[in-house]
């Protein structure tokens, strides 16, 4: 028949990681505090222990609309970086990676944010 199409529904698959659950994140956190933070995560690889991967995919009548992936890396069981489409928090000292550039929020600019200073040593 014609303009007959078979029913697609609307697919979610993986971790949905937010912006504010990336900025929760701060370098040295354990494998456990990010768990908690992130979730479980899609993929472990046992060959990469010290890798963790989220991924989402949204797909609607059969086309991915929305898609992420994020890589958590760890060093010692402590977190060091994170790469992938969500920034962390520019006060942050984890390394990003960014694949996608998010779109930043209103009034949001990067620029006008001094950067966190160590502590200095007594």
Known sequence: MPGLTPHKID???GNYV????????????????????LGTPLVTD??????WDYVYVQ??????VE???????FKD????RIDGDVASAPS????VETAATPKPAPGAAATGEPAATPKSAP
Request: proline content about 4%.
């Open 18 to 37: 937010t912006q504010e659950m990336v900025s929760k994140l701060k370098p040295g956190m354990s494998k456990s505090q990010v768990r908690f933070a």
């Open 67 to 73: 898609q992420r992936h994020i890589a958590v890396i």
């Open 11 to 13: 697919i979610q698959q």
């Open 59 to 64: 797909q609607k009548r059969g086309r991915i």
């Open 77 to 80: 069981e402590k977190l060091v």
């Open 46 to 51: 046992p060959f990469h222990a010290d890798r």
């Open 92 to 95: 942050a000292a984890i390394a």
